[in-house]
């Protein structure tokens, strides 16, 4: 049935990069989406940008990279074999997560308040150019929050095992590997955040 | 296994990396209030691509790893680019 | 290099493991026996295609209403194209025999992530599990085209979510099958086997898992930009809000030309094979063929636009992706040129691969010249959307990795099973299926050249007559693919045993018996020498 496992850890990083690989082109396809529509409607953009709040964004900006700092950092604490600060770190990575969840939440909060959402009618009361601004940002960053959960699950997980040692200082290309999909979590708000808020 | 296995980085790399990047990223936030015209968002996508650099080099360790995961990240960005630049000569030219 | 075989140790068909019955199979890690489970449900959902364009063809013997309707018409061609695009020809070469061969050509004892490798499997069906739900739920089935273009996709009543859905699994498993081969290429080949020691079929895996990793990902957001249309009316591609229908068209070839060379490139590396084994002569030109699989890969990406010609386009588009198209078609001439100098001065064996291989190459260049065709702007005005294109496409796909395919399977037949098949049927049902072919797909051509629309079920009355011919073509290939399936299946029971070695092959699978053992090799092989080495 299976053969002999022996350990690659190489190989299991290779695949990991390979996989982040796969997420940089599913967001690039709206980069695309993104070029093209801020190409043709450049005025509506720059003013739709004026009603995010550049206050949250760069307070999430500042969240999600604190947390890759943590997370980097839970790796060194591991390989010096102090697993107590491995968890406390992934533990500060996780709760800054929920942090960036929660203002995304208000924020999206607001914005739907205001009848500015994917299909709202008062939003296409307000032009084709702030449609496409507000189905790009709420696409987006939903799809990028979408990771941001799945990167909390991956996360928790891997915690777990180091709980229970099953990554251990000397056998943690898991941990890594979980540090390499939230870091790409990571980097994509860093395009994002220019992109929605800073383009005034 | 690797030599990198070896290879542990130390806490004050992350957290002055990490200060930089706060930086940076409070640098585009000054940087965007100033109104510089088309210039103004470039200089914000500069300083992302300056921001981005140090998360792969550092944080996702590419400057310490096989050069091939490096070579690989760039022709990932490269493609996306190229890609976006022939559908613009679409959009660009019509 | 070959050491002496354990006779005692069972093949991967008799090995006793945790599971037993059906379980031994759908629980299975084992690269070969999921290769087997892929080929039970590519082989299935073919044969369910291949009957809707019989069906599809009956309908189009005659003008007007002969079988269905207009919109049952559109179900049909919708349901054809997804099942065979993303059911049977994406997956097709690389899930089958790049599972069961990939390991074992390269030396290794499974590929790099076994468990995700029936993972991929396990996706697969789902996908199409999710397409055959989109026939019966709902209003009806979908009736877009495998295309789904905005923005009637996301207008029309059809069932679309849950095909969409299924296409977007089905990429996702693809994702995963074109990552596990890289890793495995990568980190497990036998000690000595350089790069330029792989044979050509893994090369051509390699090539085809960058495209399935790299250009999947572009329609896994297109078709979920496509679900977001449909459910919060978000705008990207309506034009009553902005959008553009023109973009998902930009989106959906970006990825859609590149997977026409996930289809085609593996069936060029299992052509590879079986012209050196059956030349018993070694390739012509090998670090060519290398070279060109790689640029038929890295060009292929960029020539999405000559599906959108007459879209409306700026002409700067038209003439950059014009351009592009004509330079991606050079490296598979250099293929064509080396498969047949590899014949030149070789000692030719007349086996059955060795005919689909030579069949292969006629209808693969038929295909590729009404490519060239297609590819030039002013001609593309006239002949798109005509029958023209449905010729080109069949005779390059169909043609190309249909006909590898079962070259393919003639050719590992005897290694995957232990068995060999009845020769003679196996060389009728040919010869049926390549002149039902060329009767089928050859008057296409010059009915779409006359005018003939593609995607209608009706037409006028001064095509009929090519119809009629191209509709009996459907009868008699069907026959031939009946009476192939068939005799390899008979075969499988009552067929002679196999060597180990079948045909005086020199890649690593003809070292170990035929079936293989479950960890394919008693000692990891070490290499000396390159793949086709008949001196």
Redesign the interface.
């Known amino acids: 049935?299976?053969?002999?496992i022996h350990r690659?850890?190489?190989?299991s990083k290779?695949?990991m990069?390979?996989?982040l690989?796969?997420?940089?082109?599913?967001?690039?396809?709206?980069?695309?989406?993104y070029?093209?529509?801020r190409?043709?409607?450049p005025i509506a953009f720059h003013l739709a940008a004026h009603e995010l709040s550049?206050a949250i964004g760069?307070i999430n900006?500042?969240i999600l990279?604190?947390s890759?700092?943590t997370i980097?950092?839970s790796?060194?604490a591991l390989?010096?074999q102090n697993k107590k600060l491995a968890l406390l770190l992934l533990g500060i990575t996780v709760f800054l997560g929920l942090a960036f969840l929660v203002n995304k939440y208000f924020e999206w909060g607001e914005h739907i308040k205001e009848h500015i959402y994917?299909?709202s009618p008062i939003l296409?009361l307000r032009?084709?150019?702030d449609?496409?601004f507000y189905?790009?940002y709420?696409?987006m960053t939903g799809?990028h929050a979408l990771h941001i959960i799945i990167g909390l699950i991956f996360i928790a997980v891997i915690a777990v095992k180091i709980y229970g040692d099953k990554i251990t200082f000397?056998n943690f290309v898991l941990l890594?590997n979980s540090?390499?999909y939230w870091?790409l979590v990571?980097?994509i708000w860093?395009?994002l955040?220019?992109?929605f808020y800073?383009?005034? | 296994?690797?030599n990198e296995?070896n290879h542990?980085?130390?806490?004050k790399t992350?957290?002055f990396?990490?200060a930089g990047?706060?930086c940076l990223?409070?640098t585009?936030?000054l940087v965007?209030?100033i109104s510089l015209g088309p210039l103004?968002?470039a200089i914000?996508?500069l300083?992302?691509a300056v921001?981005?650099s140090f998360?792969?080099r550092?944080?996702?360790?590419l400057k310490f790893d096989n050069k091939m995961?490096s070579i690989?990240?760039i022709a990932?960005?490269l493609?996306?680019s190229v890609?976006?630049i022939i559908?613009?000569l679409d959009?660009?030219y019509r | 290099m070959s050491t002496p075989k354990d006779i005692e140790e069972p093949s991967f068909l008799d090995?006793k493991?945790?599971?037993k019955g059906i379980y031994?199979w759908i629980f299975?890690?084992?690269h070969k026996r999921i290769a087997l489970l892929y080929l039970f449900s590519i082989l299935s959902f073919f044969v369910i295609g291949a009957t809707l364009g019989l069906l599809m063809k009956f309908e189009l013997i005659a003008p007007g209403n002969t079988l269905m309707d207009a919109q049952a018409y559109n179900a049909f061609f919708t349901l054809h194209g997804i099942v065979m695009i993303f059911a049977v020809v994406i997956p097709g070469l690389p899930a089958v025999f790049g599972n069961f061969l990939l390991p074992i050509m390269i030396g290794a004892?499974?590929v790099?992530?076994?468990r995700?490798n029936l993972m991929s499997w396990y996706l697969y069906v789902a996908g199409v599990i999710l397409v055959v739900i989109s026939q019966f739920a709902g209003q009806g089935p979908p009736d877009t085209g495998w295309t789904f273009y905005a923005p009637y996709s996301f207008r029309t009543t059809g069932t679309m979510l849950p095909a969409v859905f299924g296409a977007f699994v089905l990429g996702f498993s693809s994702?995963l099958t074109g990552?596990?081969f890289?890793?495995t290429i990568?980190?497990?080949r036998a000690p000595g086997m350089t790069w330029l020691k792989m044979p050509l079929f893994p090369w051509t895996l390699y090539a085809t898992g960058w495209v399935q990793?790299?250009?999947?990902?572009?329609i896994?957001?297109?078709l979920?930009?496509i679900v977001?249309e449909r459910t919060?009316?978000?705008?990207?591609f309506d034009p009553t809000?902005?959008?553009?229908p023109l973009?998902y068209q930009?989106?959906f070839w970006?990825y859609s030309h590149p997977a026409v060379y996930i289809m085609i490139l593996p069936a060029m590396g299992a052509i590879s094979e079986i012209i050196t084994t059956f030349a018993h002569k070694t390739i012509f030109g090998y670090k060519f063929m290398v070279a060109s699989v790689l640029s038929i890969a890295f060009v292929g990406y960029f020539v999405w636009g000559h599906h959108m010609f007459t879209s409306g386009m700026s002409g700067t588009a038209l003439y950059t992706f014009s351009l592009l198209t004509f330079l991606v078609a050079i490296p598979s001439a250099i293929k064509v040129f080396n498969w047949i100098s590899t014949m030149h001065k070789g000692s030719i064996d007349l086996q059955t691969p060795f005919y689909w291989a030579m069949a292969f190459i006629f209808v693969f260049m038929v295909g590729g010249f009404s490519g060239l065709i297609l590819g030039s702007l002013a001609a593309n005005v006239h002949l798109h959307n005509t029958h023209f294109v449905v010729a080109h496409f069949h005779f390059i796909v169909f043609g190309g990795t249909g006909f590898a395919f079962f070259g393919a399977m003639h050719y590992w037949f005897p290694k995957i099973t232990g068995k060999m098949y009845d020769t003679r049927w196996a060389n009728i049902g040919l010869v049926l299926f390549f002149i039902g072919f060329i009767t089928l797909y050859g008057p296409m051509f010059y009915l779409g050249f006359k005018g003939m629309p593609r995607r209608y079920f009706d037409y006028d009355e001064v095509f009929h007559a090519g119809n009629i011919i191209s509709t009996m073509g459907s009868w008699v290939l069907y026959s031939g693919m009946a009476i192939i399936i068939i005799n390899l299946f008979a075969s499988l029971k009552s067929g002679v045993k196999a060597l180990a070695d079948q045909w005086g092959g020199k890649t690593l699978e003809w070292t170990i018996p035929s079936p293989p053992p479950?960890?394919n090799f008693t000692d990891i092989p070490v290499i000396t020498k390159g793949p086709y080495d008949y001196n």
């Open positions: 049935m299976t053969t002999e690659d850890d190489l190989a290779t695949g990069w390979l996989f690989f796969t997420e940089m082109l599913l967001f690039g396809g709206l980069f695309v989406v070029s093209v529509y190409y043709r409607n550049v760069t900006t500042i990279l604190i890759s700092s980097a950092m790796i060194t390989q010096k994917p299909g296409a032009g084709q150019g449609v496409l189905g790009l709420f696409f799809l000397d890594e540090g390499l870091h990571d980097l860093i395009f955040f220019p992109l800073l383009i005034t | 296994m690797e296995k542990i980085i130390p806490y992350f957290l990396v990490l990047l706060i990223t409070l585009s936030v965007t209030q103004t968002v914000a996508l300083i992302a921001k981005s998360v792969l550092i944080f996702m360790h995961f690989g990240v990932v960005i493609l996306i890609v976006i559908t613009l959009y660009l | 090995h493991g945790k599971y031994s299975s890690t084992d004892k499974d790099a992530f076994p995700l994702i990552l596990n890289l890793v990568h980190r497990m990793l790299l250009a999947t990902p572009i896994g957001i297109t979920l930009m977001a919060l009316h978000i705008g990207f809000l902005g959008g553009d973009l930009h989106l970006t479950v960890e």
